[in-house]
């Protein structure tokens, strides 16, 4: 049985297929994205574009297509932060039904938070020591502390790459006071209740910590092979941001290639907001991870949670 997930983020909608193996694991087949940043303006209308919707459409039609290319069984499709936050996410929802055939599932926060924890552990063989899962994304970020018995804190906090960068990098270049503002915003708004033993591990899963780990190894293509269980450590994400604090988006591009496209102009903000929560975690190293929440949203349909033993 082949099973696909789109995750409609605020930035990206990404597409997995997966097969069905032995025990209701997933085997990933195939992974797809598409950068309609369905959420731009959304921080000062409260509303999603027109023009966005029609984007986001288009994506959903040419990924139903693929998905009959691969033989799926069940398409499950589901929106995050820009989708929960928009006014007219309803109207939305029925024009997507009434264009795709596919519905929308919005999933609250704490939601997100719990299964992209299931989806980004399920890529470790250990389950019994804590973990940290930190997924960035463009409208919110989500951590979650957990091990193999239980969730031990989550929270999804509003505020993301895309939402910080409209907010508080508006002028180009980047000044060093637009710079402290948002690594002020970040630590004020980014409280984290726990402390974290040396034996943690900590996982950053989504676009900013897989674009970060290419542009440390000067990958200029995108290869979920080249990422996986790679890490980033404090020198080199500060190498990173003090990079992408002197160049503008354009010249960002120009320089690291195709792992940026889409995503120039709010990796710094991502970059940033990566470095505060390691800083707040004390966290040696952040490990990379190309799982996360579709994947947590499969095993969820099947029943599992991958966080957790299995009997």
Known sequence: MNIASIDIGTNTILLLIAKIVNNNDIMPLLNVYRMPRIGEGLINS???????????IDVLN????????????????FATQAMRAAKNNTDIIKKVLDN??????????QTEAQLSFNGAVAAFKSVNSNKVVIDIGGGSTEIIYGNSEKIIYSNSFKFG???????????????????????NYVN?????????????SVIAISGTPTSLSCMKQLVFKYSDEVV?????????LDKLINDLSILTPQQALAKYGQVLVGRSDVILAGAIILQIIREKLNASKIIVSTQGLRHGIIYNYLGLDKGKNQE
């Not at 409260?46 to 986001?56: Q, W």
């Not at 795709?100 to 926060?109: Q, R």
């Open 46 to 56: 409260g509303l999603i574009k027109e023009e966005k919707i029609n984007l986001m």
């Open 62 to 77: 040419e990924y139903k297509e693929i998905c009959k290319k691969y033989n799926c069984d069940k398409i499950i499709l």
């Open 100 to 109: 795709t055939g596919l519905s929308i599932e919005i999933i609250p926060g």
């Open 161 to 183: 790459v895309v939402t910080l960068t409209e907010s508080l990098l508006t002028e180009i270049p980047y000044s060093e006071f637009q710079i402290k503002d948002l690594y």
């Open 188 to 200: 004020a708004n980014c409280v984290i209740p726990f402390s974290t033993e040396q034996s943690t």
């Open 228 to 236: 996986e269980n790679t890490t980033l450590d404090k020198d080199e």
